[in-house]
């Protein structure tokens, strides 16, 4: 009698599961069906607006449009496509500081090869000093002297590269 029960409970959770699983496809597929219309409903509208707006003109204002908005396809000087011109004055600047951007990044990635180059192959860049300063070792010299005439001396020193460090 026992069996018989457990038997009973696995078949029936079995049933639901697949119950629950066949309910969930199913709405998976109403909400597929619902935006796919949706979509379709949106191109239905906009092509009758434009076809609203087409029969607002005369045949000579279409014919205008219809080549100032369109360009040939292909070969075929006959078929035609559409074509959005979205240029803007703020689409423009957009365009042209982006163009000034990617200079400067240009510039700034060439400024570093080159510096990595110069360090790779031991070229150093040319400045106005002959020679490197270092006034860290100026100040060295002179806190060990105490300063006076002593300290002026050890300071010539340093700076003809005798110092003790």
């Known amino acids: 009698m026992v069996w018989i029960g457990k038997v009973v409970f696995i078949t029936f959770e079995l049933f639901v599961s697949i119950m629950q699983f066949n309910m969930l496809i199913a709405m998976m597929t109403r909400t597929y069906e619902t935006i796919f219309q949706t979509q379709l409903e949106y191109k239905r509208q906009r ?3 434009i076809l609203m707006l087409e029969l607002s003109l005369s045949p000579k204002e279409r014919h205008q449009y219809l080549l100032k908005y369109s360009r040939p396809t292909g070969t075929n ?4 496509s559409l074509v959005f011109n ?8 957009i365009l042209e500081e982006k163009r000034k951007t990617m200079i400067e990044e240009k510039k700034a990635v060439l400024k570093r090869k080159m510096k990595d180059l110069e360090i790779k192959e031991g070229i150093r860049p040319v400045t106005g000093y002959s ?22 001396a050890q300071n010539g020193n340093a700076m003809n590269g005798n110092s003790n460090f």
Not at 77 to 80: A, E, P, V
Not at 137 to 146: I, V
Request: charged share 25%; proline share 5%.
């Open 131 to 152: 020679r490197t300063p270092r006034p860290h070792t100026q100040y060295m010299n002179r806190g060990a002297g105490g300063g006076g005439a002593n300290g002026g």
């Open 77 to 80: 000087k006959k078929t035609r």
């Open 47 to 49: 092509a009758q607006v």
């Open 86 to 93: 979205r240029e803007t004055k703020q689409g423009q600047r």
